[in-house]
């Protein structure tokens, strides 16, 4: 079965601290790890992808598929990264849809 | 370009009512998805058209809700007999074809049933 899992549904921050959130999938195959993110009012869109390797925004992820995780990390927050940010997956054995984890809201604190 | 749009963005409905919700692609892209996202949670997958087919529908919850993509392009989710629990934001996306990878969202419509 295909599951992504966020473990922290909030997470807190002071602005210039680093930032990690957490994401865990179970897949049988090689799947396609994201990173989406949805800003106060603004609809999903995409963060980063694995397979891209870039950063964006100074985020960068890392798939480690010994650890079947993908964590999204910042080394230094910023108040404009506040924001719900959701892992997914897509499976490369024809399934064309994003299976996603349920969440995490960052909040960055002045 | 314009990006994906959808149609209205609340919906406040009795239970038992049917209700249409409307996507509109962006053009060019022949891939649409649908997904349900429920208080708390992440987007689920509902149906994904390529053309005007549905190629996968696994993830409609009962025969209450279908969907329909006759030209291709706009497509309608309908909901008949509406639930309680049926209120949830309902978000379209769309992609070239064979790019899941790369989905475009639209800002979803809000259905609360009462």
């Known amino acids: 079965a295909q599951r992504v899992t966020q473990p922290e549904k909030l997470l807190s921050v002071f602005k210039g601290a680093p930032v990690e959130l957490k994401c865990n999938y179970s897949?049988?195959?090689?799947?396609?790890l994201f990173w989406y993110v949805q800003y106060s009012r603004q609809r999903l869109q995409l963060l980063l992808r694995h397979i891209s390797r870039e950063s964006i925004k100074g985020f960068t992820a890392d798939l480690n598929k010994g650890e079947t995780s993908f964590h999204l990390k910042k080394p230094f927050a910023q108040e404009e990264d506040s924001a719900m940010y959701y892992c997914?997956?897509?499976?490369?054995?024809?399934?064309?849809?994003?299976?996603f984890g349920q969440g995490t809201r960052l909040t960055i604190n002045p | 370009g314009a990006g994906v749009s959808q149609t209205p963005s609340n919906k406040v409905t009795e239970k038992g009512k049917y209700v249409e919700l409307r996507c509109d692609p962006i053009s060019g892209h022949t891939a649409l998805y649908w997904y349900r996202q429920s208080l708390g949670q992440g987007p689920e997958f509902l149906i994904y058209?390529?053309?005007?087919?549905?190629?996968?529908d696994s993830g409609l919850p009962n025969d209450r809700f279908f969907a329909v993509r006759p030209e291709g392009s706009v497509s309608t989710l309908k909901i008949q007999r509406t639930e309680r629990g049926d209120s949830a934001v309902y978000l379209c996306?769309?992609?070239?074809?064979?790019?899941?990878?790369?989905?475009?969202f639209g800002p979803g419509t809000r259905l609360t049933v009462l």
């Open positions: 897949y049988s195959g090689s799947p396609e």
């Open positions: 058209f390529q053309g005007t087919g549905a190629a996968d």
């Open positions: 997914a997956l897509v499976g490369f054995q024809g399934a064309q849809k994003l299976v």
């Open positions: 996306a769309s992609s070239l074809p064979g790019a899941a990878d790369t989905q475009y």
